[in-house]
């Protein structure tokens, strides 16, 4: 063998690495995978058990009304960022991961067997919102836990790309939620089924896969970083500590606003627009949407990679100028097109530029903070802007639309989007100015 060829070929230690850091990202991702199909099959169900909670004659109404409670798991998951953030900077990141994920499970059992307001009134929609609190405290946790996770377990040149499965899972949660909603919609159940009692189903699932995923956590390996510096560690609250990073935090809640908006934007509110705006059939819309997030999922390491290559700072950019200029015409035509194959391709549009937030924003917030923070700041800043700017877009594009204004929502993201580049042009670029090797 030549000189050349044995300095190319991997060593078998090396190959061990690559492979047990594989297997970690594998096990991690699952697990986010898990927790994002268990929130999102309330989105990708609402349309079904809406009807059930909240009584109404008008269909737009009840989808606010379910919205609003969407919503409002967001509201706590800052409470569920710092919980499980100085869980995960105290005590490991696999811990946390653990008891985020069976949270999850709970919740998905409330959902699945509450009764009806038919059955028992207002309780029914209060118990709906217990369980969306309990979901909004885990996923809370389960962001920054698994982002920090992924981007302590990567090596230093594949940062962006591995931490970007993380969307890739998350977005593979809504995707496993609509697959779930295609077989009862079309293999399983009839449509009078679905609304009567198929909409349990999809929770059930959520509740065993959750199980699942908490057992596969169980044997996760903790990261090289969090071991190295448990050591040098205070015992004092990981929000305390965060405090000494005010420009770190403002930069998550300014990089974030827009990017999260346009995400929640593109993935849980389309499933109502193309339905009641674009005017297609439930099983179409369903296709439509499935669709985009496949191909939203094969743009996030093609983005990852790219930002190993040139950069965090560019890939955000790239976000937040066309997201600014492309937005208004986006939705624009979309909400004019009767077009199942236009509505499609102008979903695709929107995540060409969307996934240039979403690919990579969990390696930056955790290239922003030392180890003995790092959780904590990547979750409760996030989950604070999310709370504000994510959870709250389905409820405010459905406002404007019944006020009869719904292009208003259009300026808004656009604006929204707009402040976040204003963030990036100022930031520094975090792959080469990462706090990633700093323990205290």
Known sequence: MSDTAAAHTPHPIELSDAKRRIKAIFIGSVGNLVEWYDFYAYTAFALYFAPHFFPSHDPVVQQLNAATLFAAGFIVRPVGGWLFGQLADRYGRRLSLMVSVLMMCF???????????????????????????????????????????????????????????????????QLTAILVLLLLQNVFLTHEQLVAWGWRI?????ALLAITAMFMRRHMQETEAFEAAKGTMKRESSLKG??????????????????????????????TFVKQTVGLSDIVTTYVIAGSLIFASILQPIYGLISDKIGRKPVLMFFGIAGTLLTVPILTTLAGTKSTWMAFLLICGAWIFTAGYTSINAVVKAELFPTAVRATGVAVPYAVTVSIFGGTAPAIALFFKQQGHEQWFFYYLAGM????????????????????NRHE
């Open 107 to 173: 919740g998905s059992l409330i959902i699945a067997f509450t009764p009806t307001y038919e059955t028992i009134g207002f309780a029914a929609p209060a118990l709906l919102a217990l369980a969306r609190i309990i979901e909004g405290l885990s996923l809370g946790g389960e962001y920054g836990a698994s982002a920090t996770y992924l981007t302590e377990i990567a090596d230093p040149e594949h940062r962006g790309f591995y931490s970007s499965f993380q969307y890739v899972t998350l977005i593979g949660g």
């Open 202 to 206: 999809p929770f059930v699932i959520g």
């Open 417 to 436: 989007i707009f402040i976040s580049f204003l963030v990036y042009a100022l930031m520094r670029d975090t792959k080469h100015a990462s706090a990633m």
């Open 242 to 271: 965060l405090l000494r990073y005010p420009r770190e935090v403002a930069i998550v809640v300014g990089l974030t606003a827009g990017g999260t908006a346009a995400f929640y934007t593109f993935t849980t509110y389309m499933q």
